[in-house]
């Protein structure tokens, strides 16, 4: 069916394939046209005086009308091989056949009740031969000759029967079933021959393509030598690659030609070394890099060769291709740089410091000496990465690894671990010394100040060292234990060195034992809050309490806020503590006298943690506090970070109607531009500024003095910290600040005590 053209199978392209099929009609509609006239002119000389003239006329010319309007169609059918043949093209080509096989039955009816027999049959050898006829012009299209073909059999069957000659009748049905067979197996073989044909053609447009490429390609070459290894056919691609004629080339030494001057001195690259072996040897070879030297250039080429035979099995040399694959070469080369080098600073990376401590440790091994890794981490470099950008911080890691170059000898390698980490690895530290004088070394000279981009830069560096392999015996067992000396470093406030000792494990064993403690302390209820009370200057009256944190930890005991604090910022754990802290303070403070205020501390963690400002909401939601009794402190490290995602947090925490306290002022390193750009509620001055103003220390008393006055000018309160003597609190007192917070008028206490001090009549101290 699908021959036909009556239906599509899945396993096939048949609008294609159809299209081929119909498009050899154009070509023999003519000679079908001549036959078919041909035909009609004699059935009209049988029937010339039997038949009037004028229907035998009006016959022919519909047969012309009939044929005229299929060669139309059989002509806009002419490219359907080139595109695909639509359906409806299809039914117009058969409605055509249709059309013509009923003129054709007319004879047959109409005509033959005229004549006599031997006319009849006459009619009926005209009616085969135009059958044999469309059967061989149109083997293509076997649709169009099983329509003509099944009419004019029909016709024939109904007019023999008519007359009586039931032979003839059979005889014209076995006729037109015997057409129609053949005509679709001739449709098959037309169409298998087709595809053939068109399938050949398109492999060999395939070949000649790649054969044309392979040819006019810049990169690839034959080449081809005899037994004694000297080039022979010579293809001009090769002389190209080669940077001589092919005449200058014909009967030259293969190797000679590549090798360059080291055909003379004998000193040939392993890799062409490796290729004549081959060659030698007489082996066939696939893809060999070998170093090649063309007009004076290093060059890489890529090689296949295959040994010649001649007909009676005797070595005859060799054929083979080759390509250049320098620019390749270079590009793997440097992919290669990349995976072992650090892109920004040129530094070894990770990786390649990793190696080359593996290989100072195997070596420390066989020789029974030492070897030392040193980790080291830039002091304060993330304030400068955050406040001025990363393009300066990348600079600086570039000026910081310059430094680092310098201080190496052969014996060290320096490499980059990432961010702000570098290491030093040195192969042979026998001399304990030398591990630490890079150190000192490296400190010193990193704690330099740096001009990056009209910039003065100071950072430090804190290094931590291992000594292998008395520190460990493998490479991540040194490196682990590097970096928790230099965690001991950084503890210890930075820009020190230390070495390793089995103690620092203890250490870190602790820290983690606290930290899962600490995870677990607000399900267990640990954490109390204490309040500080902060006084007015004049009249000593509480003005507001300070909530401060403690951890009375069931398994350690009580901890110190300056070591868990730090631990629940590092590890995040501040976030959801501080949101307990603000919804405890705030529901103690619902129970204070309506003029008292409740201060709360604020890390930088929770102020750019996305659901810190719904916290403080809910937080004043549950306990009814007014906003206006709620101050928040802050320190000028909040704004180190995200300085611009701070300052929308605490506007947004102002127009709810809280203030917000600067806490430790003067001992950051933009205050007043923190002031310009934020007007906050009070500014809070460091206790050290308090004790140099009670030492008598003139910067400190000037500094108090132009912090009240800016401070009044900006409408703003001030508070000093840490009063603890009478003598403080008088001279605080004459630098005209408002508020007043120390031991001297009370120390952190619990809720309950806080409570009391406001059921005392006059209080003056707590």
């Known amino acids: 069916m699908a021959v036909l053209g009556l239906s599509d199978t899945q396993d096939g392209d048949w609008g294609r394939l159809r299209g081929l099929q119909y498009s050899s009609l154009a070509r023999v509609t003519q000679v079908r046209v001549i036959a078919h006239v041909i035909a009609a002119l004699a059935a009209m000389k049988v029937y010339f005086g039997t038949v009037h003239l004028a229907a035998l006329l009006g016959w022919f010319a519909a047969l012309g009308a009939s044929l005229y309007h299929g060669a139309m169609i059989d002509k806009s059918l002419v490219d359907v091989d080139r595109r695909r043949i639509g359906r409806d093209e299809v039914q117009k080509q058969t409605y055509s056949s249709i059309a013509i096989a009923l003129v054709w039955v007319v004879p047959m009816a109409a005509f033959a009740p005229f004549g006599d027999g031997s006319q009849q049959l006459e009619l009926w050898a005209i009616t085969a031969m135009l059958l044999t006829a469309s059967a061989v012009l149109l083997s293509a299209v076997p649709l169009a000759n099983l329509v003509f073909a099944g009419i004019m059999a029909v016709s024939a069957l109904a007019s023999f029967a008519w007359a009586g000659s039931y032979e003839m009748a059979l005889l014209a049905v076995l006729f037109g079933v015997v057409i129609t067979l053949g005509a679709i197996e001739n449709a098959r073989s037309f169409l298998t021959a087709r595809i053939a044909e068109s399938a050949m053609a398109e492999k060999s447009e395939v070949v000649s393509m790649l054969l044309r490429e392979f040819e006019e390609g810049e990169a690839d070459w034959l080449w081809q030598i005899d037994t004694a290894r000297r080039v022979r056919a010579a293809s001009p691609r090769f002389a190209f690659a080669l940077g001589l004629s092919p005449d200058d080339i014909e009967g030259k030494p293969f190797i000679q030609l590549i090798a360059g001057p080291a055909w003379d001195t004998g000193q040939f690259p392993s890799s062409l070394h490796d290729l004549a072996e081959r060659l030698k040897r007489r082996e066939s070879f696939s893809n060999v890099l070998v170093r090649v030297t063309i007009n004076g250039q290093q060059r890489w080429w890529e090689l296949s060769g295959t040994p010649k035979l001649t007909d009676s099995g005797a070595f005859d040399g060799f054929r083979g291709v080759g390509s250049d694959v320098t620019e ?40 029974r000496t030492r070897c030392a890794f040193l980790m080291i981490d830039l002091d304060r470099f993330k304030s400068v990465n955050d406040t001025l950008g990363h393009l300066v911080g990348d600079q600086l890691l570039a000026r910081v690894s310059e430094r680092l170059k310098s201080l190496v000898t052969d014996n060290e390698l320096c490499g980059r671990l990432g961010g702000d980490e570098f290491a030093v690895v040195i192969r042979d530290a026998s001399d304990h010394n030398r591990v630490t004088r890079v150190a000192e070394a490296v400190i010193e000279l990193l704690s330099r100040p740096y001009e990056v981009d009209h910039h003065t830069l100071y950072i430090g560096a804190s290094v931590g060292s291992a000594i292998g392999p008395r520190d460990g015996s493998t490479v991540e067992t040194l490196m682990r234990n590097a970096d928790l ?139 009814g506090l007014p906003a206006q009794r709620l101050e928040l402190e802050v320190t000028e490290s909040i704004f180190v970070r995200d300085a611009s995602t701070a300052r929308q947090a605490l506007e947004q925490i102002m127009s709810l109607g809280c203030g ?81 917070q120390g031991f001297y008028f009370g120390r952190p206490m619990p809720s309950a005590e806080a409570r009391n001090l406001f059921s005392e009549a006059n209080i003056r101290r707590a």
């Open 328 to 367: 390749q070469r270079e590009s793997s080369e440097k992919i290669a740089h990349m995976a072992r080098f650090d892109t920004l600073t040129g530094l070894p990376n990770r990786m390649m410091v990793t190696e080359a401590l593996g290989e100072a440790m195997r070596y420390a091994d066989q020789w």
């Open 485 to 623: 000396a230099l965690y001991r470093s950084k503890e210890e406030g930075g820009g020190l060195h230390f070495g390793y000792e089995p103690a620092l494990h203890a250490h870190a064993e602790e820290r983690r034992k606290l930290e899962f403690s600490l995870r677990r302390a607000l399900e267990k209820n640990e954490l109390v809050l204490h309040y500080q009370p902060v006084v007015d200057a004049v009249d000593e009256q509480i003005l507001s309490f300070e909530a401060l944190v403690r951890w009375n930890s069931e398994e350690h005991g009580f901890v110190s806020p300056g070591k868990f604090i730090p631990l629940a910022e590092d590890t995040r754990l501040i976030v959801p503590i501080g949101e307990w802290v603000l919804r405890e303070a705030c529901r103690e403070a619902v129970r204070w006298p309506a003029n008292v205020k409740v201060a709360v501390n604020v890390s930088g963690e929770q102020l750019l943690d996305p659901g810190f400002i719904p916290s403080v909401v809910q937080a004043l939601s549950m306990s």
């Open 660 to 740: 917000i306290a600067l806490d430790d002022f003067g001992t950051g390193y933009s205050s007043l531009a923190y002031i310009r750009d934020l007007r906050f509620s009070t500014i809070k001055i460091d206790r050290t500024f308090v004790q140099g103003a009670s030492a008598g220390s003139p910067e400190s008393l000037a500094i108090i003095r132009a912090v009240v006055a800016m401070a009044e000018s900006l409408e703003m309160s001030t508070t000093a910290e840490g009063v603890e003597t009478e003598r403080e609190l008088e001279i605080i007192r004459g630098l005209g600040c408002r508020k007043i």
